[in-house]
């Protein structure tokens, strides 16, 4: 009996000793997921001050720091948790996700390593990894990031987004519109990805395709510039040049000074041998700096001089 009260007394002391830290640190739990990151920051040096050893305190104040843009502190904090207990992966992932924005791409890669040893399963880490790989020209690594994290999570869009890319770069088109399909079964609004998948169908001759994905995109979005460059230039390929002309007239419509637009567009009326207004579009283009319209304007616009017998005397 004596030994169980003595066992209840301890407990007690336990409790109230740990009471002011578990406050502060409660308060500043509070205060960040309310957003009042300086309040937060405030309880936590509180807390700290009691209980210095505490690596959970150092990576919620790294939090707040990170949330105020006081970069270098939440760097510090996050090394001091990680100090004091390494084996929290998400203090790992936390930190290389600021070396990532400070283009410090080895220790950010480092720091992904080391989360993803500690957690297999953390897909983000994986994908981040990935473009690390991808900036510093690791494409198999980055392919094999990317396809780990898809693994793991496989409606990861952005993800699907960036492989679906990095095949594209290699010319592996098909295997770039395995991954476009995907992401649109994720999300059937995702117009990057109609539009990506057009331009690699075009790629592989798909023409129809290639337009069909160009109009979803516009359907979409009829601000987006690109889609009626391309439908319009997929357009041209197949002869329709009444529809390309359409397609090259909207786009010039939201952005009037769009060189490549003209170019194409005063080529297209060339196919319509609508000559003065051929002329007059490769003349704009040519001076917005576009370089193949100056030479085709000279092929096709300007008359040659006729060359006059010189008599004599």
Known sequence: MKKALLALVWLLI????????????????????????????????????????????????????????????????????????????????????????????????????????????????????????????????????????????????????????????????????????????INNKNVDAYFNRGYDRGMLNNIDEAIEDFSKVIELDSTYKDAYFLRGDSKRIQDDYEGALADFNLLLALDPKNAKALYKRGMTYLDLKIKDKACEDLSKSSQLGYPDAYADMQKNCVKEKKKVKKTRK
């Open 14 to 185: 336990a409790i109230v000793g740990c009471s002011p830290v578990n406050s502060d640190l409660i308060n500043g739990d509070n205060f960040l997921n309310n957003k009042e990151y300086f309040k937060a920051i405030e309880s936590y040096n509180k807390a700290i001050e009691k209980d210095p050893k505490n690596s959970t305190i150092y990576f919620n104040r790294a939090k707040a720091k990170n949330n105020i843009e006081d970069i270098n502190g939440a760097v510090e904090d996050y090394t001091v948790s990680i100090e004091l207990n390494g084996n929290n992966p998400q203090s790992y992932y936390n930190r290389a996700l600021i070396f990532l924005d400070l283009k410090r791409y080895e220790d950010a890669y480092n720091d992904l390593t080391k989360t993803i040893n500690l957690d297999s399963l953390n897909s983000s880490a994986y994908f981040s990894r990935g473009y690390i790989n991808y900036l510093m020209e690791k494409f198999p690594q980055a392919l094999f990031d990317y396809s780990k994290a898809i693994e793991i999570k496989p409606d990861y869009e952005e993800a699907l987004m960036n492989r679906a890319h990095l095949k594209g770069d290699f010319e592996d088109y098909a295997g770039a519109i395995v991954d476009y399909d995907s992401i649109i079964k």
